[in-house]
């Protein structure tokens, strides 16, 4: 199969795994399933697959599984009233910018239930199957039979809710009434543990029960196999450099998540997120290349980004003062830390620590938070849940406690110090412009009236209380969420809107579930739910068990 008419240019390809020209492999396997990415959608394909009893073959480019994040989310259907799901449809596509498909929103609804229960229940965290005492979720129930595993894996939170009557974010209200969409939201962890660690035990347990799954890691796949219009098949590259080619007689379902780390897919698809440091590594784009050389299509351009990485310390959304690296103030602080990327685009940018290595000079995404020994104070309301106390801050600034605890390394850039001055050279920002930049700020808070940039009077407290605290902040990118275009089956798609045959993409790869700039953030944990779950329908769908 060659890559004429490709929608897609040189440098993409050359920075992924995919080849061109003709691959002549030394190996053939035939299975019913290929799954192509071992993570939050290919293990959940592979699994379901597989305890259906198909042949299953799993590659992977890495030499093991691989997963971000902690916490994914479901809807809990058997809980929710009809309108209510319908509401959240609505809701969910008005935050997408209104081009999310809702069909696709509408599977979520109606199969990430299972799919999270599957995935608990494999993870050997439940032998549960159901959530709590059937009354209600709350943080209590949700993860009263979450069990450790004994690997110190467990559910150790939740952030699970209801919406129900107003909902409302910092700019946005929604009015679902009477009816109600429950979500289930709990975290796997706690960190570094996540949810990739939960997703090897799934793998690990359903190989143990199903000889049928095979896995080959450190396998990328290289290239699609064609017959006629239908997708039979990929060539996976060895980690002894030798190909194999593994035919699938039902379906091959592509996983192998974004293309963050494709700079030139980036800078196509995604612009706004090129100037910024990425989280993750490997992510290459090369199942989006793979489904285009089968006749796919990407999703329209201005695909949606996630950055929710704030990179110091442990309070983000607090609404203290924000200074750009030149210590200038830029924005309202009350704006939501889901959307400083946008507004940080267009601030300096500083050569600073985690940079990756497209920005060793320097990347956007930085700033400070200042506020002063008062902060404790604050009065706290439903944005602002109340701050963390300084013998806990303590431990996030450098050199103050030897070997702290239950921290992050990455997160250690937080200061405190007696004088604005002091403050300023540990940030390294000017200190004339930061001195100059309180006073004025102190100043609106005087006049209880933020004139120059409309923060709400409540939020404005003066910073003149030693000692001083400052944060510098790195916003990162954590994922590119936009991709191939699919349907709500998960069916790759020609440009004419119909389905590839044999070929799904899935997880972060497929879309257009979302279509805004950003990722929605009204339900935690949206984007792992949505990967576990179109694994399972991919697969589901292929072997006419949907």
């Keep these: 199969m060659g890559f004429q008419n490709m929608d897609i240019t040189a440098e993409e390809i050359a920075d992924s795994s995919v080849e061109l020209g003709d691959i002549t492999p030394s190996e053939i396997r035939d299975f019913d399933i290929v799954v192509v990415g071992a993570g939050a959608s290919g293990v959940p394909a592979a699994g379901f ?38 509401k959240w449809i609505h809701h969910t596509n008005s935050l997408c910018d209104w081009r999310a498909d809702t069909k696709q929103l509408r599977a979520y609804a109606e ?53 129900t009557g107003v909902w ?13 969409c429950y979500f289930w939201a709990p975290w796997i962890g706690p960190k570094p ?17 199903h000889s049928n799954l095979e896995t080959f890691f450190s396998t990328p796949a290289v290239k699609l196999i064609k017959n006629g219009k239908r997708v039979t098949g990929v060539i996976g590259k060895g980690p002894d450099g030798k190909y194999i ?23 196509r698809w995604c612009p706004d997120i090129d100037e910024f440091d990425k989280k993750q590594s490997n992510k290459t784009g090369d199942g989006h290349i793979l489904a285009i050389s089968a006749g796919g299509k990407m999703e329209p351009q201005g695909h949606t980004k996630m950055m929710h990485d704030f990179d110091s310390a442990l309070m983000f ?18 704006t939501g830390f889901v959307y400083m990327g946008n507004i940080l685009k267009y601030q300096p940018s500083y050569k600073g620590s985690m940079l990756d290595k497209d920005h060793a000079e320097g990347s956007k995404g930085w700033y400070v938070t200042v506020y002063d020994s008062d902060y404790v104070n604050w009065p706290k309301d439903e944005f602002v849940d109340g701050m963390v106390p300084p013998q806990v801050m303590i431990n996030f600034v450098p050199g103050e406690i030897e070997n702290p605890k239950g921290v992050f390394k990455n997160l250690i850039d937080l200061h405190c110090c007696d004088t604005l001055e002091e403050l300023a050279k540990e940030l390294d920002i000017p200190y004339e412009n930061m001195k100059a930049s309180i006073d004025r700020y102190n100043e609106l808070c005087d006049k209880k009236y933020d004139s120059d940039y409309g923060k709400p009077s409540k939020y404005m407290h003066k910073i003149c209380k030693a000692p001083f605290w400052g944060a510098r902040k790195h916003i990162r990118v954590s994922a590119e969420v936009s991709g191939v275009m699919t349907n709500e089956n998960a069916q790759a ?12 993409c899935v997880g972060n790869l497929g879309g257009p579930f979302y279509g805004g700039s950003d990722y929605p953030f009204h339900q935690t944990g949206l984007s792992l739910g949505r990967c576990y779950t179109f694994g399972m329908i991919a697969a589901k769908h292929a072997l006419g068990k949907l």
Aim: hydrophobic share 30%; glycine share 10%; proline share 1%.
């Design 49 to 86: 697959a597989a305890e259906y009893g198909a042949k299953v073959a799993l590659l992977q480019k890495e030499s093991n599984v691989v997963s971000q994040g902690n916490c994914g989310s479901a809807i809990i259907k058997s809980r929710s009233t009809e309108g209510g799901i319908a």
């Design 493 to 504: 798609l020609h440009e004419d809107g119909t389905p590839i045959e044999g070929l799904y």
């Design 245 to 267: 080619q593994f035919n699938a007689s039902t379906a091959v379902i592509l996983a192998t998540g974004d293309y963050t780390n494709n700079k030139s897919m980036v800078k």
């Design 317 to 334: 959304e607090e609404p203290f003062l924000y200074l750009n690296m030149n210590g200038e103030r830029f924005t309202n602080e009350y």
């Design 111 to 163: 199969h990430s239930e299972e799919a999270m229960m599957w995935l608990y229940n494999r993870a050997g965290m439940t032998k549960e199957t159901e959530y709590g005492d059937g009354s209600k979720v709350d943080s209590n129930t949700d993860c009263a039979k979450l069990l450790n595993d004994g690997d110190k894996l467990c559910a150790f939170r939740s952030t699970s809710g209801d919406f």
């Design 168 to 180: 409302n974010d910092r700019g946005n209200t929604y009015d679902y009434g009477d009816d109600h």
């Design 193 to 209: 543990l996540n949810v990739g660690f939960a997703l090897r035990k799934i793998l690990t347990n359903i190989q143990e029960k």
